[in-house]
Every structure is written in structure tokens, then in C-alpha cells.
């Protein structure tokens, strides 16, 4: 076996790649012992030979020059032998990138199915690269570079998932979280302004109406009528909905509670246009069964050429409308909270037993309905259509 002085970094600079096959080099010396360097016809790695219970094992290292000369080479040896007489290096744990780190982590979440499918479609779309990578491998700086150019609002997400993968990886390889000092750089500007003029004819109940299919209207009247998030409306069941008490019950809301709502009349008439009644209430060709997506309502300004397509109406101005409609109802506020699903602020809100009811719910839907330009007799008259788009 050849010899070279693997502590300098300039003489590993001048070894040759030979045409086909692999040159090991031991250092010229005493030290570094099982220490090798691995040179192919591209690239040079290093690896550890030892005896570990009483069998020869080679061990890969690291690539040079990402590990510059032998006494690095020598540190990260010291730390995979101690992984192997711990139980915690890669082929133990089975935890060798990150993306086997959220695996791991999966395995022992009580997550929704749609939320980790959502995680899974953000790796895919953003972290794909990195989420392959040997953990060992990743550094600091490419984490950064990996949320780099994101919308706040992305980045921040995948912040949280690079987080909770790394989390899981440090407690399972017993490896430093390079991600614990990873942040978002750019602050999200939050807006709880919609698209519209407030003051003038809403135009929420057109665009849903216009809305062609069956499935995604309803949805979206959902979202109107209640003022729940999407993901809890993509998610609905019909486990969840009573048709006849008039509820919905969300089992997992963003804050954690669960509730019982009482929903309004033209709610109930829109869900029972519904041709269905078991599984998901929105069902979908889709890998979770249910709608993953609600894109935005847009009306188009200009003709041909010129003619663009510009938001009006998005998933969360659902929300935002409810609260408002409510608010010129004039609602109380703890009526207000309990139908959003409000975290409980004061002592009354936490020893309150549900204050919200039906008529409450009715005088939203009134609202909002009269804010659109419509009655409630005409909207049911034509939910109660056999298509009612015009």
C-alpha cells in the first residue's frame, strides 16, 4: 500500500486519479492509524479500517477534500466508532439522511394523515436535494440556502419540517441539531384585509356560485358559513356532520380544541344537495381521498389579449367575511369566539359549556348573505337547482 503524508493537504492535492480501479494511501508515519485514502478515477474518500467484534470493518469517513487531512479524518472516525459501540450510527438506527429522520419521526407523530401529507408535498417541491443528503453532510449554510428565496410564509414551514427532522435525528444518532439556529430572516407581513372593498356588494357569494363544480361550491359556502379553516373543511367527514341536530364537530382544530358548531339553515341545504353521505364530505381523486387544494375565486378584467385573471376571493376571506358579518350582526364577542373556535381568553370562556346556537348561526349566514346582494329564500331556491350555476 502506497504512502503519503495524509496530514497535508497540499501533498493529497498532488495524488493522481488512476485511469480505472481504486489506490489506497496509508499515512507516512505512526499516526493515524486505519486511516486510508481512497483514490479513484474521480473522486478520493476517506475510510476507517478497524476490528469491531472481532470482524474487519471499513468505514466511509468522508469525501476529500470536505474533510481536508487525515487528523479530520481522524476526529470523524473517533465519532463513527463511538455511533457503532453506542447502537446510534446509520445502519442501527436506519436513520442515514434526513429524509429517514422524518420517517422516523412520522412514525411516532399523532399527525393527521393530511398534514403529513402536506409535509411530504413540501419536501417534495422544496427540500427534495437536501432531505437525501447523509445527515453528517449537511451544514448550516445549506439549510439556509434551502429556504433562500422562499415567501415567508413557505420558509417558515419548512423551517418547522427541517426542524422536526432534525430533532428526531439528533435524539436517535445522538448527532448535533445543525438545524437549532436556522430562522426566517424575512418577516411575514400579515394582512387581514381581503381583496375587496368591505363597504361595497361583496362578491363572495357570485364567484362561489359561478363556481361550476358541485363538490368545490359546497366547500367553499362551508368555509363562508362557519368561517372554518380550509383544512378543516377539505378534511371534513360525514361522521362529523349531523344533518339533523345541525352541527359540525372538528376533532383537531389549529389550536388544539375540539367543538361542536351549530351551523346555519343554508348551510344544511347546501350539504344536502350532497349525493353522498359516507367517507369525506369533499371527496377527491387525490393520494388523501379528500380536496387538497381550494384555489382562489378570480374574476377576469379585460378582453382577449388584454384579459387577466385577478383574485378576489381567497380560502381565509372566508374567515374574515364570517367575523365580519358576525361583528355587524352585532354578535357578542364570546358568541363571536366560540363560532370561530377561539382559544378560551377568560375565566368565563373556559367554564362556558357552548352559548352559541343555531339562531346565532342564522343570523351570520343572514348577514353575509344580505352583504352579497341576495336573500336567503333566493340562495336556497337555488342551491335547491338541479345545476344552479347561470
Aim: glycine share 4%; aromatic share 6%.
Amino acid at each position: 500500500m502506497p504512502t503519503i503524508k495524509l496530514t497535508s493537504r497540499p501533498e493529497i492535492a498532488k495524488v493522481k486519479h488512476p485511469d480505472t480501479g481504486t489506490v489506497f494511501y496509508s499515512h507516512d508515519g505512526d499516526a493515524l492509524k486505519g486511516i486510508r485514502l481512497a483514490v479513484g478515477a474521480r473522486t478520493k474518500l476517506w475510510i476507517l479500517s478497524k476490528r469491531i467484534d472481532g470482524k474487519v470493518r471499513s468505514i466511509k469517513l468522508g469525501d476529500w477534500p470536505a474533510i481536508p487531512t487525515g487528523h479530520q479524518a481522524e476526529e470523524v472516525a473517533k465519532q463513527r466508532i463511538a455511533e457503532l459501540m453506542t447502537g446510534t450510527d446509520a445502519a442501527s438506527t436506519k436513520v442515514a439522511t434526513l429524509m429517514d429522520a422524518f420517517e422516523s419521526h412520522v412514525a411516532r407523530s399523532h399527525a393527521k394523515e393530511a398534514t403529513i401529507a402536506t409535509y411530504r408535498l413540501q419536501i417534495k417541491n422544496h427540500l427534495a436535494d437536501l432531505f437525501t443528503k447523509p445527515i453528517e453532510q449537511i451544514t448550516l449554510p445549506m439549510l439556509e440556502s434551502a429556504i433562500r428565496g422562499k415567501t415567508p410564509s413557505t420558509a417558515k414551514h419548512l423551517v418547522q419540517i427541517i426542524k422536526m427532522a432534525f430533532r428526531r435525528a439528533a435524539i436517535v444518532r445522538r448527532c448535533f441539531d445543525v438545524s437549532a439556529d436556522l430562522k426566517v430572516s424575512q418577516k411575514h407581513k400579515t394582512s387581514s384585509a381581503v381583496l375587496f372593498d368591505p363597504k361595497d356588494k361583496w362578491p363572495a357569494l357570485d364567484l362561489i356560485m359561478d363556481t361550476r363544480s358541485l363538490i368545490t361550491r359546497t366547500a367553499w359556502l362551508t368555509m363562508l358559513f362557519t368561517g372554518f379553516r380550509s383544512l378543516n373543511v377539505r378534511t371534513l367527514t360525514w361522521e362529523q356532520v349531523n344533518l339533523t341536530r345541525k352541527t359540525i364537530t372538528l376533532d383537531e382544530m389549529k389550536n388544539g380544541l375540539s367543538r361542536t358548531f351549530p351551523i346555519a339553515d343554508v348551510l344544511i341545504e347546501a350539504l344536502t344537495v350532497l349525493p353522498h353521505r359516507e367517507g369525506y364530505v369533499f371527496p377527491a381523486d387525490s393520494k388523501t381521498g379528500h380536496m387538497d387544494q381550494l384555489m382562489a375565486r378570480t374574476i377576469t378584467i379585460g378582453e382577449g389579449d388584454d384579459a387577466t385573471k385577478v383574485k378576489v376571493l381567497r380560502q381565509h376571506d372566508c374567515r374574515r367575511l364570517f367575523t365580519t358579518a358576525a361583528r355587524r350582526a352585532r354578535l357578542p364577542e364570546y358568541i363571536i369566539d366560540e363560532l370561530r373556535g377561539d382559544t378560551p381568553k377568560k375565566v368565563q370562556d373556559i367554564y362556558d359549556q357552548g352559548s352559541a346556537n343555531h339562531d346565532d348561526a342564522n343570523r351570520i349566514a343572514e348577514r353575509i348573505i344580505m352583504e352579497c346582494g341576495s336573500t336567503p329564500d333566493s340562495l336556497i331556491e337555488r342551491i335547491k337547482l338541479p345545476d344552479y350555476v347561470h
